[in-house]
């Protein structure tokens, strides 16, 4: 059975840092693309990070961008991501989500709030 299980979200100030983690079993971690989205109230769910299988290669939405980092361990099978300069548009739960194919797993999620 795959499971995917986000961690690492909570409250933190503007300006602040957090780094979520996404540790996932049940499946061949390294053959798998993961990627970070996440969902605020009253808004549909929207793509924030991505790594390729080897990490070789990364992507992130331009609201993002020079502000997270996403990384992955295949020997822990956990993704991360790395959020710092946080705002309060940042607030969302946060879900990861792993993609091989047509075979694709999503996480539970985790709530990340911005505010003061």
């Known amino acids: 059975q795959v499971q995917l299980v986000e961690s690492g979200g909570g409250l933190v100030q503007p300006g602040g840092s957090l780094r979520l983690s996404c540790v996932a079993s049940?499946?061949?971690?390294?053959?798998?693309?993961m990627t970070w989205y996440r969902q605020a109230p009253g808004k549909e769910r929207e793509f924030v990070a991505r790594v390729t299988s080897v990490g070789a290669f990364t992507n992130f939405a331009d609201s993002v961008k020079g502000r997270f980092t996403i990384s992955r361990d295949n020997a822990k099978n956990t993704v991360y991501l790395q959020m710092n300069s946080l705002q309060p548009e940042d607030t969302a739960v946060y879900f990861c989500k792993a993609l091989n194919g047509a075979n694709h797993y999503w996480g539970q999620g985790t709530q990340v709030t911005v505010s003061s």
């Open positions: 049940g499946l061949t971690f390294s053959l798998y693309t």
